[in-house]
């Protein structure tokens, strides 16, 4: 295993991304809570109404929405839902949780099952942060032809499944945590969120505990390490705790672990965007080195839950339903007046 470098952020002032569009208000007031906030290549938007458990579906012009998924424990509606992600030719999926299954469900655009499986036992709270469960099928991201997820208790960082449930491969070494005599504990501390960058590999972001990346080639081997440094986050890092109190399961007594990072993704270029619990994002680019720190503001401060990179170059944000430009807007030189000679 590579050395654990620390990538640090720079002095200067995080840079504020003020929102350029947002779905309208008449659209957005049909949501009880959108958690999920992503569009296919078509240019339709999703957005995942965890609430409601409903996936809703948004035109490219943001003018009309319709349920695309209901409600309901039966194959092809949902139940407690925890997870979403499009593919961009409009396929989706969904994690939910009919009476404490664990449960992966494959749609069209239009909203038909296409497939799906249960997972083995029952889902396992490890990660929560208010009433989301972060850990588990809440991982889940999706590359069209398979589904990655954080499942430490494999013995590995990443399972990949097939589409039809099957575990394709596992790969990433748990971290050390110090806790390893406490099983349950060592698990939350190396539950975290598998990415796909499409330049090629993957990322996993340790959720909980010191904020750490990895990134991972397309074999599973381990590239490089870091861990995240910055003066936005130095007082997140150093409250993090080191005993946890317990809550009862029905599994018994088990580590109320809330996470550090709250939601992550990686852009069209590789480059790996960080959101903590805090409201500061740390950007990334392809060699693990500090690009960037932003700050997101819509009405106001934003703490993303979710963030998707769309069309036009436009991140997608949830809270909010808001989308930003990814690129820092060029700001014009300022040039001096030539200084003329006193007559």
């Known amino acids: 295993m590579s050395a654990l470098v620390a990538a640090t952020v720079s002095a200067r002032a995080p840079e504020v991304l003020r929102s350029v569009g947002a779905v309208p208000a008449h659209i957005a007031g049909r949501f009880r809570e959108a958690a999920g906030f992503q569009q296919s290549a078509s240019g339709q938007y999703f957005v995942f109404d965890r609430r409601s458990h409903v996936v809703f579906g948004v035109d490219a012009e943001q003018s009309s929405a319709w349920e695309i998924v209901h409600?309901?424990?039966?194959?092809?509606?949902?139940?407690?839902?925890?997870?979403?992600?499009?593919?961009?030719?409009?396929?989706?999926?969904?994690?939910?949780?009919?009476?404490?299954?664990?449960r992966i469900q494959i749609f069209t655009p239009a909203g038909f099952r296409i497939g799906g499986f249960l997972l083995p036992g029952r889902l396992k709270a490890r990660v929560v942060l208010d009433s989301s469960v972060l850990n588990g099928i809440g991982s889940l991201q999706y590359t069209g032809t398979s589904i990655l997820m954080s499942q430490p208790e494999t013995g590995a960082l990443v399972a990949e499944y097939d589409l039809n449930g099957g575990v394709h491969r596992t790969f990433g070494r748990l971290r050390a945590t110090g806790h390893e005599d406490d099983r349950e504990l060592h698990l939350a501390l190396n539950s975290g969120i598998p990415l796909v960058d499409p330049t090629g590999g993957f990322y996993f972001v340790f959720q909980t505990g010191e904020p750490v990346f990895r990134k991972y080639d397309a074999a599973g081997t381990l590239v490089f390490e870091r861990r995240v440094q910055g003066r936005e986050i130095d007082d997140l890092v150093a409250n993090l705790p080191?005993?946890?109190?317990?809550?009862?399961?029905?599994?018994?007594?088990?580590?109320?672990?809330?996470?550090?990072?709250?939601?992550?993704?990686?852009?069209?270029?590789?480059?790996l965007w960080i959101a903590f619990v805090v409201a500061y994002t740390y950007v990334f680019d392809r060699d693990g080195d500090k690009a960037r720190a932003v700050q997101f503001r819509g009405a106001g401060v934003l703490s993303p839950t979710s963030l998707f990179f769309g069309a036009n170059d436009r991140v997608l944000v949830t809270p909010g339903l808001y989308a930003f430009a990814r690129a820092a807007r060029a700001v014009a030189p300022v040039v001096p007046l030539p200084v003329l000679p006193r007559s």
């Open 71 to 102: 409600i309901g424990g039966e194959e092809g509606r949902i139940i407690d839902p925890t997870a979403f992600a499009v593919e961009p030719n409009g396929t989706f999926v969904v994690a939910d949780a009919p009476t404490g299954r664990e």
């Open 242 to 271: 080191t005993k946890w109190p317990t809550r009862k399961t029905a599994d018994g007594e088990v580590p109320l672990v809330r996470p550090t990072v709250r939601t992550a993704a990686v852009d069209r270029d590789g480059s």
